[in-house]
């Protein structure tokens, strides 16, 4: 129940996520580098969209180190992605 008239409205909320500097440079560490300790601290410290943006380093830059650290990681974001 409703105290007062009520009106529905629909409204379109955009959101965008900026890829910072930062972040650009752990995925070229974690694209570069063979030592697993260290792909995986850049992993993690990419943040919750992690995914979303090694899916999209793995579009743009698919190096044998980044291959290699997405299949011994089970990331599945191959089949959607490609």
Avoid at 16 to 39: C, F, K, Y
């Amino acid at each position: 129940k409703l105290s007062v008239a009520a009106k529905t409205v629909r409204a379109m909320v955009g959101r965008i996520e900026i890829v910072t500097p930062q972040q650009r440079a752990l995925l070229e560490q974690l694209s570069m580098s063979d030592d697993r300790g260290e792909q995986m601290k850049a992993y993690r410290e990419l943040g919750r969209f992690r995914e979303v943006l090694l899916a999209d380093e793995y579009r743009r830059r698919r190096t044998g180190a980044l291959m290699k650290f997405v299949k011994e990681n089970n990331i599945d974001f191959l089949n959607s992605r490609e």
